[in-house]
């Protein structure tokens, strides 16, 4: 499928993916097809902003099931890192895409936000351009903090609205709080943050001419709009640029990309898929790792990535990583990156991605966690009746057994060593045998 061979490129901790439009229509339309609830980003420099300085927001935007670069700063940041995002998908070109597809195939858009004259207008232009558009309904709730707006009445509102699609403009970072807050409670197949697109739609903010937006330089026009609005904020977005980027670029180009034999090695322990990076985990081979990775996600289990022979990591492989992340944890399946070169930890304390993943040292380590987190969550507590009762029978111990104890320790301490090698279990490849009994 589509969106599961489809690779992302993280931009300070960001994972966009490296989507065209036609590209990004087609995922979405995968993503209605498979029902549930699926959050896409149009995300700029600010997202990029925000994230840096809020936890939350950074785990909010690597649990969206797609993230599209909706500014050429992000783009031409890629095209520094030698990992090019195909282009740029802005909200306000992808809101009339997702009309034209209603028109196509029956699909009902809901607009949520943005002022009632604008949701108006944008609605009726969009029914204009494209006959048979499906705009099941539309609300522009009062203007208020997050926390005091009426969650109750908006869910109700689009429950009873049935939509396939849901476009919240309400702006960055609260619209997509708004959804991932609701996320469990939306039966919405796409929902998407799409900041002030309604306003540009329905022609109360230009857009820059053609040649401006080709050079990237819509933000110009933008700002000469609304400068009181946007002009700190396009300075903040740059600093941010300024400060962080070139670090990330620096550790990037520094990784000693050795010309050697590269690969993705599977093998499986127990309930967990072993995928050990070989060589440079660049280019082509970020597809095939990131298909890994999906496979293991669909087959319930968990993942350690060992890094013990990975001399290259690219951009698409944190991407991968960032972007799969929070799907395994809401799924309850573990993460773990292995035995990572003093550079890949670098790379990711530039790429902003430092603490985002469980790390260890050691292999063993990680099988061993995942085994003792299994044996712990599968194992049956006892009723407090039987706990109850168990804690009343007298313990009994055989003074045979303390014996054979006694002498084993005693050999032990005499200098006899344990064999651990591969003749004792056919799992010891790993250093132990993990029993769930």
């Known amino acids: 499928m589509l969106s599961t061979l489809n690779t992302s490129v993280a931009i300070l901790g960001v994972p966009f993916n490296n989507v065209t439009m036609d590209e990004a229509i087609s995922i979405i339309e995968e993503k209605i097809a498979a029902g549930g609830f699926h959050q896409v980003a149009t995300a700029n420099v600010d997202f990029v902003n925000n994230s840096i300085h809020d936890k939350e927001m950074h785990d909010i935007l690597c649990s969206c099931d797609l993230i599209v670069p909706d500014g050429m700063p992000i783009v031409w940041a890629s095209r520094l890192m030698g990992t090019k995002l195909k282009e740029r998908v802005s909200g306000v070109d992808l809101v009339p895409r997702l009309a034209e597809l209603s028109a196509r195939r029956g699909y009902g858009i809901y607009l949520l936000g943005a002022s009632e004259k604008s949701s108006k207008r944008a609605a009726e232009v969009l029914e204009e351009q494209y006959p048979g558009v499906r705009i099941v309904g539309r609300y522009s709730p009062p203007l208020r903090p997050l926390e005091e707006m009426d969650h109750e009445d908006i869910l109700s509102r689009i429950r009873q609205a049935r939509p396939d699609i849901l476009l919240v403009a309400m702006g960055n970072p609260k619209q997509e709080r708004w959804l991932a807050m609701h996320r469990d409670r939306l039966d919405v197949p796409i929902c998407i943050g799409i900041g002030g697109s309604l306003d540009m739609i329905a022609g109360y903010i230009s857009r820059a001419p053609l040649w401006m937006q080709r050079y990237g330089l819509e933000w110009l026009y933008r700002a000469g709009q609304e400068p009181k609005r946007l002009i700190q904020r396009y300075a903040n977005d740059a600093m941010t640029l300024a400060v962080y980027l070139p670090a990330q670029l620096a550790m990037n180009a520094l990784q000693p990309a050795r010309p050697t034999a590269s690969n993705v090695l599977i093998d499986h322990f127990e309930n967990a898929m072993i995928v050990k990076i070989v060589g440079n985990l660049a280019g082509t081979l970020c597809a095939r790792f990131e298909a890994n990775l999906r496979e293991a996600l669909t087959a319930g289990r968990h993942i350690v990535v060992d890094m013990a022979d990975c001399t290259h990591m690219g951009p698409e ?29 670098r790379l990711m304390q530039t790429s902003r991605l430092e603490g985002y993943f469980m790390v260890t040292s050691s292999l063993s380590d990680a099988l061993y966690r995942i085994a003792k987190a299994d044996r712990y969550a599968f194992k049956p507590m006892l009723a407090p009746q039987r706990l109850a009762r168990a804690s009343k029978k007298a313990v009994q111990v055989r003074v045979e057994m303390l014996l054979d104890v006694c002498s084993t320790m005693k050999t032990v301490n005499e200098g006899a060593q344990l064999n651990f090698d591969s003749t004792f279990s056919p799992d010891a490849t790993y250093g132990y045998t993990a029993s769930l009994g």
């Open 317 to 345: 492989a944190l991407g991968s990583l960032a972007q799969i992340a929070p799907s395994m944890k809401r799924l309850k399946q573990q993460l773990w990156i292995a035995q990572m070169r003093p550079h890949v930890v």
